[in-house]
């Protein structure tokens, strides 16, 4: 049978541990926790908060984060270089259009080859600046211009004086863009020179590449 109330002049906690005597032939059984509880009352101790045992883990935890913080930062990211330009958005193409040069006249060039010449002064400049430290000089340009000439085209026999005009390119500007240069030292030995001095160019018979050759010919003598 179930544990019964105690009388109210009895307290319920000496009442656990002192319950009154049995009727005769009979036994109380002995009363569980988990009844007890359900009864409102606390036969047991209140038992004490968990103790949180230091992990062993925690010293080398906190050696890493020290070492983390004394570590230099990370460098940064350089920027990204800017976006390149397409061709047809450059600055001379705004200005000239893309490919916009036309020769209508090669052979106009056979007859101002002396005036073109006189229009080549980048040489000059160049020498006469401030920021050249070795001023370079070459030999009078004598020959035509040596650029651009249109691949495939000539029919393998040298051509004349002025047949060097129909192998030019129709897009490009010719010019002289292969030259000799050299410094005072160079061009003394040139002046020197037991034979005259020669400087031209070698046409192409048939044109295998945008550029002639261009050579600088003397002689010197060895001691």
Same mark, same amino acid.
């Given at each position: 049978?179930?544990?019964?109330?105690?009388?109210?002049?009895?307290?319920?906690?000496?009442?656990?541990?002192?319950?009154?005597?049995?009727?005769?032939?009979?036994?109380?059984?002995?009363?569980?926790?988990?009844?007890?509880?359900?009864?409102?009352?606390? /036969?047991?101790?209140?038992?004490?908060?968990?103790?949180?045992?230091?992990?062993?883990?925690?010293?080398?935890? /906190?050696?890493?984060?020290?070492?983390?913080?004394?570590?230099?930062?990370?460098?940064?990211?350089?920027?990204?270089?800017?976006?390149?330009?397409?061709?047809?958005?450059?600055?001379?193409?705004?200005?000239?259009?893309?490919?916009?040069?036309?020769?209508?006249?090669?052979?106009?060039?056979?007859?101002?080859?002396?005036?073109?010449?006189?229009?080549?002064?980048?040489?000059?400049?160049?020498?006469?600046?401030?920021?050249? /430290?070795?001023?370079?000089?070459?030999?009078?340009?004598?020959?035509?211009?040596?650029?651009?000439?249109?691949?495939?085209?000539?029919?393998?026999?040298?051509?004349?004086?002025?047949?060097?005009?129909?192998?030019?390119?129709?897009?490009?500007?010719? /010019?002289?863009?292969?030259?000799?240069?050299?410094?005072?030292?160079?061009?003394?030995?040139?002046?020197?020179?037991?034979?005259?001095?020669?400087?031209?160019?070698?046409?192409?018979?048939?044109?295998?590449?945008?550029?002639?050759?261009?050579?600088?010919?003397?002689?010197?003598?060895?001691?």
């Amino acid at each position: 049978p179930p544990f019964p109330h105690p009388p109210p002049s009895q307290s319920l906690a000496p009442s656990l541990f002192r319950p009154p005597p049995p009727p005769q032939g009979s036994t109380w059984p002995t009363p569980s926790p988990c009844s007890v509880a359900r009864r409102g009352c606390s /036969a047991r101790e209140p038992s004490p908060p968990p103790t949180r045992r230091p992990s062993a883990s925690r010293p080398a935890a /906190a050696a890493a984060r020290a070492a983390m913080a004394t570590c230099p930062p990370p460098p940064a990211r350089a920027a990204p270089p800017p976006p390149l330009k397409a061709k047809d958005e450059s600055e001379n193409d705004r200005l000239l259009g893309p490919k916009q040069f036309e020769l209508s006249q090669p052979s106009l060039l056979a007859r101002k080859l002396t005036e073109l010449r006189g229009s080549d002064r980048e040489l000059a400049a160049f020498s006469a600046s401030a920021e050249c /430290a070795l001023p370079l000089e070459e030999l009078p340009l004598a020959f035509p211009p040596s650029y651009a000439y249109r691949e495939g085209k000539g029919d393998g026999t040298p051509p004349d004086e002025a047949g060097w005009c129909d192998l030019l390119a129709s897009k490009r500007c010719p /010019a002289w863009c292969d030259r000799v240069l050299m410094d005072r030292t160079g061009g003394a030995l040139v002046a020197a020179s037991a034979v005259t001095a020669e400087y031209g160019h070698e046409p192409q018979p048939r044109v295998l590449t945008d550029h002639n050759q261009v050579y600088l010919a003397f002689s010197v003598e060895s001691r």
